[in-house]
């Protein structure tokens, strides 16, 4: 069975910085895509970033520059290295594959931009 579990956020002021990691199981990990989405209060669930199993890349515009993707095949682990945090960010952020025809998520894990 896929398991995604996740770490890391919590509430940070206005330019900091924080990282999220996911660890999967019950998949040949270094196969995968994995995905970060996130939900802000009140809208729909957005993409936000990918890392696809060659390791390549890719997130929505308005993190660019200022999020990174990573993952460690050795450890199952999937990164979002989120630096200079603006209050748009806050929202629950969901770690995502797709595998065996399904999608699997995540708990979510809640990030909270605020002076």
């Known amino acids: 069975q896929v398991h995604l579990v996740q770490s890391g956020g919590g509430l940070v002021q206005p330019g900091g910085s924080l990282r999220l990691s996911c660890a999967a199981s019950?998949?040949?990990?270094?196969?995968?895509?994995m995905n970060w989405y996130r939900q802000a209060p009140g809208k729909a669930r957005e993409w936000v970033a990918s890392i696809t199993d060659s390791g390549s890349t890719n997130n929505v515009d308005s993190v660019k520059e200022r999020f990174t993707i990573s993952r460690d095949n050795v450890r199952s682990r999937v990164y979002l290295q989120m630096n200079s945090l603006e209050p748009e960010d806050t929202a629950v952020y969901y770690c995502n594959t797709r595998a065996y025809g399904r999608e699997f998520w995540g708990q979510g894990t809640q990030v909270t931009v605020s002076s």
């Open positions: 019950g998949i040949n990990f270094k196969l995968y895509t």
